[in-house]
């Protein structure tokens, strides 16, 4: 059995995904609809994983999607995530070192 990851993988390989996506950046005009800087990343507002990872609603639907800048996916994913030592992101959201003190 394949596992979420395996299948999320060949999910954003699909030509059904790769149209989902392309309609809904036109859709948002491209830009990040947190910041308003240009958009990099269509983001699933609600997480795939295994219990849904082959639902529609979920995978495809406009409703669950947000186009977002790399710095506004990164704080979406990792805030509040520890990391090694002495790198943090900034409040930018850019990941930088700190050599601790």
């Not at 309609?23 to 800087?37: D, K, M, N, P, Q």
């Amino acid at each position: 059995m394949l596992d979420h990851t395996s299948k999320a993988k060949r999910f954003y390989k699909s030509k059904v995904w790769r149209d989902c996506r392309s309609s809904y950046i036109t859709s948002v005009f491209g830009l990040c609809e947190r910041c308003g800087e240009p958009g990099d990343i269509v983001h699933h507002k609600t997480y795939i994983s295994m219990d849904n990872i082959n639902d529609p609603r979920i995978l495809l639907n406009h409703d669950n999607l947000e186009l977002l800048c790399i710095t506004c996916h990164n704080r979406e994913h990792f805030k509040g995530k520890a990391m090694r030592e002495g790198f943090h992101f900034d409040e930018g959201g850019q990941l930088v070192y700190r050599p601790p003190s």
